[in-house]
């Protein structure tokens, strides 16, 4: 008799508590997709964000909030694919999310909700054969299940480029020299099967040599982004981006990388009027030697990995919301990590573009930004956030090992940025 009372009654506690959460959801306005340390897994919940964007769905970024979260209508397809995803969620009441929203339009408050309204179109500039691991940025859009296509030359030469709103530059040498692979893997069959491929579509394109086509595609890149694209580039993009622009038509090449000598005094030849983020830097003219210029600081940096850390600058989210979504993040401190191309010298940097992250003592910045026209471009410094020092035919980096990576976290800000809705900047 007991045993069946207390049934009945559990099953009657069961009701009642499955009625009130119904109600209790049914009276719910919104998702929290929180971004702090409470976040199961921060590098899917940006792909649940685009997700979310395909679906016509209304999202809110809250600069600042939390680690900047995002907050979602409540939709039951939405929490279930972040179910399905491992990212964690908090179900708001209608009288919560306004309270969350009041606090966050206070003036007293550093904080500001920022809606995204498009799903940007994203392209990542990598040759067809790279395989995903060998690019951080890959890595991150393929973890967080955010769409992409790969394009390189050929697309760009043929003005494919205008179609997108997005644009990675994997770690491409721009300068034309392969790399500065020279002096070790010159023999190598992937070296020499690079070169002659360049050289081939160079050929199509009717230039002789590789580095001429290289400043036909950076040209192109600079005007894609004077149009209104963003550009995110990592490694040795970064720099030999902008060697490339400096050079125009002058030949920077040593002869064992195009058949000629380079131009004698090429330096005094170099134009920094036509860069983005760099100027008065000298480049490195040795063809054995892995460097393109003094941009760099990884052969002259004498961090310990285990004090190679970079500090991201705080912005205003009313008055300067754009650093402010590239800064977002659960942590002010990020690991640092090496590359060809590993951080930019301080003084070589022009003086109106933004540093967004530096390790100030060492006279390094990590993370920089900067507008051209009516676009913008950020450069980050480093191969693989979770590969401090990330070497050829190394494995490739798990990222279900590193769900939280507050280094990761930058590049797929940058990839979510475009969709936001540009505010005027305060005056």
Same mark, same amino acid.
């Given at each position: 008799?007991?045993?069946?009372?207390?049934?009945?009654y559990?099953?009657?506690?069961?009701?009642?508590?499955?009625?009130?959460?119904?109600?209790?959801v049914?009276?719910?306005?919104?998702?929290?997709?929180?971004?702090?340390?409470?976040?199961?897994?921060?590098?899917?919940?940006?792909?649940?964000?685009?997700w979310? &964007?395909?679906?016509?769905? +209304? !999202? %809110?970024?809250?600069?600042?909030?939390? @680690?900047g =979260? /995002?907050? &979602?209508?409540?939709?039951? +397809? !939405? %929490?279930?694919?972040?179910?399905?995803r @491992?990212? =964690? /969620?908090?179900?708001?009441?209608?009288?919560?999310? %306004?309270?969350?929203?009041?606090?966050?339009?206070?003036?007293?408050?550093?904080?500001?909700?920022?809606?995204?309204?498009?799903?940007?179109?994203i392209?990542?500039?990598?040759?067809?054969?790279?395989?995903?691991?060998?690019?951080?940025?890959?890595?991150?859009?393929?973890?967080?299940?955010?769409?992409?296509?790969?394009?390189?030359?050929?697309?760009?030469?043929?003005?494919?480029?205008?179609?997108?709103?997005w644009?990675?530059?994997?770690?491409?040498?721009?300068?034309?020299?392969f790399?500065?692979?020279?002096?070790?893997y010159?023999?190598?069959?992937?070296?020499?099967?690079?070169?002659?491929?360049?050289?081939?579509?160079?050929?199509?394109?009717?230039?002789?040599?590789?580095?001429?086509?290289?400043?036909?595609?950076?040209?192109?890149?600079?005007?894609?982004?004077?149009?209104?694209?963003?550009?995110?580039?990592?490694?040795?993009?970064?720099?030999?981006?902008?060697?490339?622009?400096?050079?125009?038509n002058?030949?920077?090449?040593?002869?064992?990388?195009?058949?000629?000598?380079?131009?004698?005094?090429?330096?005094?030849?170099?134009?920094?009027?036509?860069?983005?983020?760099?100027?008065?830097?000298?480049?490195?003219?040795?063809?054995?030697?892995?460097?393109?210029?003094?941009?760099?600081?990884?052969?002259?940096?004498?961090l310990?990995?285990?004090?190679?850390?970079?500090?991201?600058?705080?912005?205003?989210?009313?008055?300067?919301?754009?650093?402010?979504?590239?800064?977002?993040n659960?942590?002010?401190?990020?690991?640092?990590?090496?590359?060809?191309?590993?951080?930019?010298?301080?003084d070589?940097?022009?003086?109106?573009?933004?540093?967004?992250?530096?390790?100030?003592?060492?006279?390094?910045?990590?993370?920089?930004?900067?507008?051209?026209?009516?676009g913008?471009?950020?450069?980050?410094?480093?191969?693989?956030?979770?590969?401090?020092?990330?070497?050829?035919?190394?494995?490739?980096?798990?990222?279900?090992?590193?769900?939280?990576?507050?280094g990761?976290?930058?590049?797929?800000?940058?990839?979510?940025?475009?969709?936001?809705?540009?505010?005027?900047?305060?005056?």
């Amino acid at each position: 008799m007991n045993q069946f009372f207390f049934k009945r009654y559990f099953r009657r506690i069961a009701i009642c508590l499955f009625l009130l959460f119904s109600f209790y959801v049914s009276h719910s306005a919104s998702l929290l997709i929180q971004m702090d340390d409470s976040q199961k897994n921060h590098l899917k919940a940006y792909g649940i964000a685009f997700w979310t &964007l395909e679906k016509d769905y +209304e !999202i %809110q970024w809250l600069l600042n909030y939390r @680690g900047g =979260s /995002f907050l &979602l209508p409540f939709q039951k +397809e !939405i %929490q279930q694919e972040c179910q399905i995803r @491992g990212v =964690s /969620f908090s179900v708001l009441s209608d009288a919560s999310c %306004q309270q969350i929203l009041s606090k966050i339009a206070s003036e007293e408050e550093n904080m500001d909700a920022v809606k995204l309204e498009k799903v940007p179109l994203i392209a990542v500039y990598s040759p067809k054969g790279k395989k995903p691991w060998d690019d951080a940025v890959t890595m991150a859009l393929t973890y967080a299940e955010i769409p992409y296509d790969v394009i390189y030359d050929d697309e760009v030469m043929t003005g494919k480029l205008s179609k997108y709103d997005w644009l990675h530059l994997h770690h491409e040498d721009f300068t034309g020299q392969f790399g500065k692979f020279y002096a070790s893997y010159r023999h190598m069959k992937w070296y020499k099967d690079g070169v002659q491929t360049n050289l081939e579509v160079a050929n199509r394109y009717g230039f002789s040599k590789v580095s001429d086509l290289k400043k036909a595609i950076v040209g192109k890149i600079r005007n894609f982004i004077d149009a209104g694209g963003f550009l995110f580039a990592m490694c040795s993009a970064t720099d030999t981006f902008d060697i490339a622009l400096s050079a125009g038509n002058h030949d920077i090449c040593a002869s064992v990388f195009d058949g000629d000598p380079m131009e004698s005094d090429v330096q005094s030849h170099l134009h920094y009027d036509n860069t983005l983020a760099f100027q008065n830097f000298t480049i490195e003219t040795n063809p054995n030697v892995y460097e393109f210029s003094d941009i760099d600081v990884t052969l002259s940096r004498k961090l310990k990995p285990e004090e190679d850390y970079f500090t991201l600058f705080e912005f205003s989210a009313k008055w300067d919301p754009v650093p402010c979504m590239l800064c977002q993040n659960h942590k002010n401190m990020i690991k640092g990590f090496m590359g060809q191309t590993t951080a930019f010298k301080h003084d070589l940097i022009k003086p109106g573009v933004l540093i967004m992250g530096e390790n100030k003592s060492a006279g390094e910045a990590r993370y920089i930004h900067g507008n051209i026209g009516k676009g913008t471009w950020t450069f980050y410094g480093g191969h693989d956030p979770e590969d401090y020092q990330h070497l050829v035919g190394d494995s490739p980096t798990d990222l279900n090992l590193h769900k939280n990576s507050a280094g990761y976290r930058l590049i797929l800000n940058n990839v979510l940025f475009p969709a936001a809705k540009k505010k005027k900047r305060k005056t």
